[in-house]
């Protein structure tokens, strides 16, 4: 038997050659399904050559909720993606799709990296490696993106003055208009935070403390006036396809 494919580095979300950050999500139904749809995904993109030197990673996640598939992909600008998407995207999705037949493509949005907290290594403990990645998108009512930017510094704020313990890091990412297919007309934040794991997330979802023992600074986050929505997924990194090294 062949020794299992290492899932590969992390992604570095704060690149700077980064132009473009996309995610999107697939739902596929069941546990079984996901484990078919990372091996099909892998398999799809291990058999090809590197779809453009614009691409500088693509990333995958499994949902802990049994059914959904994270998809982040780092681009050096938006106009190499969408001449993947024109040249080469359905090749691969109809060899995934062959493999798992009816996946649900729930969506496709890019984005820009702004802004990220790193916890201190004091606060981080003897765990420095994320056992759980949550994405969480929180939609606003105001389209000047200078009010979601004004929105990430109150909670990097917030976070400077009292992490949560087990939260690793959270990079904050603000939606970027696109092409119509992309979907990207929502005024929208997206953050992607590493927990050390599943335990202290919850233990923070749970706790009294930041979120609702009077901070000023959390009140602020909680009561911004254009905040109207938010809902997050959690998952656990499953691949990682990095652009070759030039030689």
Do not use: C
Request: glycine share 6%; aromatic share 10%.
């Amino acid at each position: 038997m062949s020794a299992p494919t290492s899932p590969g580095p992390l992604p570095d979300l704060t690149r700077p050659d980064v132009g473009a950050a996309l995610f999107s999500t697939w739902s596929v139904g069941t546990p079984e399904r996901q484990r078919a749809a990372v091996d099909a995904i892998a398999a799809a993109w291990d058999s090809r050559p590197w779809p453009a030197p614009e691409l500088l990673s693509y990333n995958l996640y499994e949902g802990t909720d049994g059914d959904t598939l994270m998809h982040h992909s780092q681009w050096a600008d938006e106009a190499a993606y969408h001449a993947f998407f024109r040249t080469q995207r359905q090749q691969r999705n109809d060899a995934i799709d062959a493999a798992v037949p009816d996946i649900k493509r729930l969506g496709l949005a890019y984005y820009r990296h702004y802004r990220g907290f790193q916890a201190p290594a004091a606060d981080q403990g003897a765990t420095t490696d994320p056992g759980l990645f949550v994405v969480v998108e929180i939609d606003f009512n105001d389209p000047d993106p200078q009010v979601r930017r004004s929105w990430v510094d109150l909670v990097i704020e917030a976070l400077e003055r009292e992490p949560d313990p087990g939260l690793l890091s959270a990079d904050f990412h603000l939606i970027a208009d696109g092409e119509r297919h992309l979907s990207t007309d929502r005024a929208r934040v997206l953050n992607y935070a590493r927990w050390t794991d599943v335990e202290a997330y919850e233990a923070a979802l749970a706790a009294d403390g930041p979120r609702g023992g009077g901070s000023s600074a959390w009140d602020r986050v909680l009561d911004f006036p254009a905040r109207v929505d938010a809902s997050s997924r959690s998952y656990r990194f499953r691949r990682s396809f990095v652009r070759p090294s030039a030689s």
